[in-house]
């Protein structure tokens, strides 16, 4: 019963606010703006992300254990390849990346736009072995045509495919800021309001949802009864 309340519950702000950004990490906390110099390695994600000062250095030791069963070759051809792939992590869109909402579990491979896979598999298809332990998809690697593995690896929501979902203004313009979550009120035009939600659980056990109340406050709480 309480998975059929938090789905209706859902649904009815995808009915009022529509399809927004919605940046998530992996372990399904929102993304958050790391002490200053405290990211390293993962440089993409520095200023707002999902990995703090640990997780950082945790990437980037596994990043040199990788690096050291490389060619010097390999390693001009393919380490920054590597090192964007395992930042994925470190994504403010990481849930989405892995497709963490879409299944019992996390993909281990991130989702890639199709013409940064296919070079990937070109010239460095000798990370995927690295990233992951999957039978299918190190069986895919290993064909001649990389749309297949491509196909497999795309995100399920293609919008937030790496890399172009850091080139969407939508998705990366102002993130990290209270404007990033402020559009035109769909009930006050003219004005703006804030439409991101945080939830935290105070009690279980409850159904049948029946009625949803404004606060009219201004704080733009909402009451579910």
């Known amino acids: 019963m309480m998975q059929s309340t938090t789905s209706f519950i ?66 001009a051809s393919c380490g920054k390849y590597l090192i964007s792939l ?11 990346i ?37 039978k299918r998809l190190l069986d895919l690697a290993k064909k001649e045509n990389s749309s297949e593995f491509c196909n497999t690896v795309k995100p399920v929501d293609i919008d937030y495919c790496y890399p172009q979902l850091t080139k969407d203004p939508k998705l990366f313009n102002g993130l990290g800021t209270e404007n990033f979550y402020r559009q035109t009120d769909l009930f006050n035009k003219g004005k703006t309001s804030c439409l991101t939600m945080c939830v935290e659980e105070v009690a279980n056990g409850l159904n049948n949802p029946v009625s949803m109340k404004h606060a009219n406050d201004g704080t733009e709480h909402k009451g579910i009864c």
């Open 98 to 134: 892995y497709d963490a909402e879409d299944g019992p579990q996390a993909k281990t491979f991130p989702g890639l736009c199709k013409p940064y896979c296919t070079n990937l598999l070109k010239e460095c298809s000798l990370l995927v072995p690295m990233l992951t332990k999957k």
């Open 10 to 75: 859902l649904f009815i702000f995808a009915l009022i606010f529509g399809a927004e950004a919605h940046p998530q990490c992996l372990d399904f906390k929102s993304p958050f703006k790391p002490a200053a110099e405290s990211i390293k390695f993962c440089k993409e994600y520095e200023n707002f992300g999902c990995c703090d000062e640990t997780d950082d250095s945790q990437i980037s030791t596994e990043n040199a254990s990788l690096v050291s069963n490389m060619t010097l070759a390999q390693f």
């Open 86 to 96: 395992l930042c994925q992590r470190c994504s403010p869109y990481a849930a989405h």
